[in-house]
């Protein structure tokens, strides 16, 4: 069974900075894809950065020259440097990979427990 872990949320400033991060374990054989994921109040959840197992990122319009998704393969770790934050990045941010697992090998996507972003004014 594979777990996330995020970490790194918290209250900011707006034009402040932070960095999540989210950590998978257990029995994985390969990670295909990570990506960020956010949901605030009142709204669906929308997808923020996503990057390829290549290193290959995309970003909502949103977030564009903002927010850098990054990726540490030894660690299955993936991160999300969070700049020049706006009241609007309230939410809570979600983690997703697509992993492969023993003992059948098929993809399955997992989810983190999310982890709460609050820009202040």
């Known amino acids: 069974q594979v777990q996330l872990v995020e970490s790194g949320g918290g209250l900011v400033q707006a034009g402040g900075s932070l960095r999540l991060s989210c950590a998978a ?32 990122a995309n970003y909502a319009d949103s977030v564009k020259g903002r927010f850098t998704i990054s990726r540490d393969n030894a660690k299955n ?3 999300l440097q969070m700049n020049s934050l706006k009241l609007e990045d309230t939410a809570v941010y ?21 982890t709460l972003v609050t820009v202040s004014s």
């Open 94 to 114: 979600y983690c997703n990979m697509v992993t492969r697992t023993p003992p059948d090998y098929n993809y399955l996507q997992v989810w983190g427990q999310g």
């Open 77 to 79: 770790t993936v991160y």
């Open 25 to 56: 374990s257990g029995s994985i054989f390969s990670i295909r894809s990570m990506a960020w994921y956010r949901q605030a109040p009142g709204k669906q959840r929308e997808l923020v950065a996503t990057i390829t197992s290549s290193g290959s």
